[in-house]
């Protein structure tokens, strides 16, 4: 089945530095990326959807200028948190949209446990 | 507003105790409606698309279905490995992102 890679899977940073994440497709070309926080006991959050070759598209409330996402090729897209503070600690989780759709939802990576010190 | 409810918030199960989860939405033109299960501190895993009322599907110990205004997760004489957090999510007409639910958080003692 389709699937995708997300890494780091955990990563402790200094506040004010900046931490890069990866999602990638490994057996499928995903045209379209969604990038999602997830706080503790609550469901998933959108924060921006990413199509291969394009700028990003933000979720209102979610600042582009700190979560920059790059969606370079059809099997790899990042997100960079910059210059990261205690709140942005959270888990970000990544899911792949295939090229066509595909019948069976979307595949998720297995997310990202950042915690900023 | 496109919305997503799911009820009950959380649920607690005796292993093989059948119960049903509720998945409610009101949304402009479904596209799809999806079932995950998410284990903690893992991503989402995949397990039903339905796209119109009536349909059913079925995996193991788990059935959904829909109707027009929401979809149920059956879930017959669960075992203790079924305990996760339960997602529905929905996509409706003119995009293809996402709109989940709050999440249903199951445990089923053994």
């Known amino acids: 089945g389709a699937v995708v890679s997300q890494h780091p899977s955990r990563v402790i940073c200094k506040s004010g530095t900046s931490v890069k994440i990866e999602c990638r497709s490994l057996?499928?070309?995903?045209?379209?990326m969604f990038w999602y926080r997830q706080f503790p006991k609550q469901s998933l959050m959108l924060m921006a959807t990413?199509?291969?070759?394009?700028?990003?598209?933000?979720e209102q409330g979610v600042e582009k200028d700190k979560f920059l996402i790059n969606h370079a090729s059809l099997t790899l897209s990042t997100l960079t948190v910059t210059s990261a503070h205690p709140e942005d600690s959270s888990f970000y989780i990544c899911?792949?949209?295939?090229?066509?759709?595909?019948?069976?939802?979307?595949?998720f990576g297995s997310g990202t446990r950042l915690t900023v010190v | 507003e496109d919305q997503v409810t799911q009820s009950p918030e959380a649920l607690r199960l005796q292993e093989g105790e059948s119960s049903s989860l509720n998945c409610s939405y009101t949304?402009?033109?479904?596209?799809?409606l999806f079932w995950y299960r998410q284990d903690p501190g893992k991503g989402p895993e995949f397990l039903f698309t339905?796209?119109?009322a009536g349909e059913e599907k079925e995996k193991e110990r788990l059935k959904a279905t829909l109707t027009k205004k929401e979809s149920f997760l059956h879930i017959t004489a669960p075992k203790p490995e079924d305990s996760a957090t339960y997602l529905c999510?929905?996509?409706?007409?003119?995009?293809?992102?996402?709109?989940f639910g709050t999440g249903t958080r199951l445990k089923v003692l053994a």
């Open positions: 899911s792949a949209r295939p090229v066509g759709g595909g019948p069976d939802g979307y595949t």
């Open positions: 057996d499928f070309q995903a045209t379209t």
């Open positions: 990413s199509n291969e070759g394009s700028k990003a598209t933000y």
């Open positions: 949304v402009s033109g479904l596209r799809g």
């Open positions: 339905l796209y119109s």
């Open positions: 999510a929905v996509t409706t007409s003119g995009t293809y992102k996402y709109i």
